[in-house]
């Protein structure tokens, strides 16, 4: 028996040398652990923030930052009588070879995309074009977000003339214009079956701009994109802010919201492409977690009368404008000014004022941060 209990600890103990050693937590961690939800202890293991270097033209502050939230007309996926050859529609793919489909868990294996037919590519990159256009060089924004499904496609790969035309009007256009920041949205993309949005700025060495991905499937609503096998937010420096992006329902995922905020002191906005009829959750989340981090999340939704924008700052709503001109082409801008000193001092007078005490402390664990990013 005792030869028994030796070998069987000689096989565990070599098992534990071949696993993965756990993040030892610090005093202060182990201090406060009884305090804070235990889920914050793994989430840094499955979802972490991620800097994009935007270069030098975007990196200094200016006084006044213009945020341009764009909605693009609704896709009509939930038409009853919709024409599929004039508008867009759900495809079917498989992410198993269909011979081996017999063998395996077929649903498992079903991908639903979103697909454009190219008439309506046409009309939907016309008006992608045209609002870029509007918010770059009319309103002279700063930075520039569409909704989740925002970005015109054809053959479900997004279009070369829209990602030429949003390179394009990134870069300076005159002595006092320094660039701006362009969230294309996102989009369907049958190479990968994933939900693909792209960050574009001066610079910017892929013509595709640097990609990002949805990380939870709405199939709720018949969504079913593959996903990336880690769930990374990209954050950016802008102008004296500090940005990261999710995807609509990335917002209701709690390793991914834990992330940013646990990283808050480097997080000053959260933008939220969205493409969805269910806000009300959504709004309330982006309440809450603007008061953890504490900043601001900005939502901007698919074109829906009274729900294209939700902005909630420290806690509270937050209204944006609707100013003129709007783009010829359907779509619709909401604009915000953000002033970046008053902004960053409000912060800091509230992350001051949180307490141990506070839930937000206990849902999202602000003490226990990771390291720097």
């Known amino acids: 028996m005792a030869a028994g209990r030796s070998n069987g600890g000689d096989l565990v103990s070599e098992v534990r040398g071949h696993l993965p050693r756990a993040p030892r937590l610090t005093a202060e961690e182990r201090a406060v652990s009884r305090l804070r939800n235990p889920f914050v202890l793994l989430h840094h293991r499955i979802a972490r923030s991620s800097t994009v270097d935007l270069g030098s033209s975007l990196s200094k502050k200016k006084g006044t930052v213009k945020l341009a939230l764009v909605s693009m007309p609704d896709l009509g996926l939930d038409a009853?009588?919709?024409d599929p050859s004039r508008q867009a529609d759900i495809v079917e793919h498989w992410s198993a070879r269909k011979k081996d489909l017999a063998a395996v868990d077929r649903d498992a294996c079903r991908r639903v995309l979103v697909a454009m037919s190219p008439a309506f590519s046409e009309t939907y990159a016309a008006t992608?074009?045209?609002?870029?256009?509007?918010?770059?060089?009319?309103?002279?924004?700063?930075?520039?977000?569409?909704?989740?499904l925002g970005f015109p496609t054809l053959g479900q790969q997004p279009r070369a003339d829209a990602l030429a035309f949003t390179e394009q009007h990134v870069q300076p256009?005159?002595?006092?214009?320094?660039?701006?920041l362009i969230v294309c949205g996102s989009f369907h993309d049958r190479r990968t079956l994933y939900n693909t949005g792209g960050l574009f700025f001066p610079g910017c060495t892929s013509q595709h701009g640097i990609p990002f991905h949805k990380q939870v499937s709405a199939v709720s609503v018949n969504e079913r994109i593959s996903l990336p096998p880690e769930r990374v937010t990209p954050c950016v420096g802008v102008f004296g802010l500090r940005v990261a992006v999710l995807i609509c329902l990335d917002l209701a995922d709690f390793a991914s919201v834990a992330a940013v905020v646990k990283a808050a002191d480097w997080i000053d906005l959260v933008l939220v492409p969205c493409y969805t009829k269910w806000t009300d959750q959504l709004e309330k989340i982006a309440e809450a977690m603007s008061r953890?981090?504490?900043?601001?999340?900005?939502?901007?939704?698919?074109?829906?009368?009274g729900h294209e924008v939700v902005v909630s700052k420290f806690g509270e709503a937050l209204s944006a404008r609707c100013p003129r001109p709007q783009p010829s082409g359907g779509a619709v801008i909401h604009t915000l000014m953000i002033r970046v000193d008053e902004f960053r001092n409000r912060k800091l007078q509230k992350q001051v004022d949180m307490t141990v005490s506070d839930r937000m402390e206990w849902l999202f664990g602000r003490l226990s941060r990771p390291a720097r990013l």
Do not use: K, L, S, W
């Not at 953890?292 to 829906?304: C, I, K, L, S, T």
């Open 173 to 180: 256009r005159d002595d006092r214009d320094r660039g701006r």
């Open 128 to 148: 992608y074009m045209e609002a870029v256009r509007c918010a770059a060089i009319d309103h002279r924004a700063d930075i520039i977000c569409f909704n989740e």
């Open 292 to 305: 953890a981090m504490p900043g601001m999340v900005a939502m901007v939704n698919y074109q829906r009368t």
């Open 80 to 82: 009853v009588d919709r």
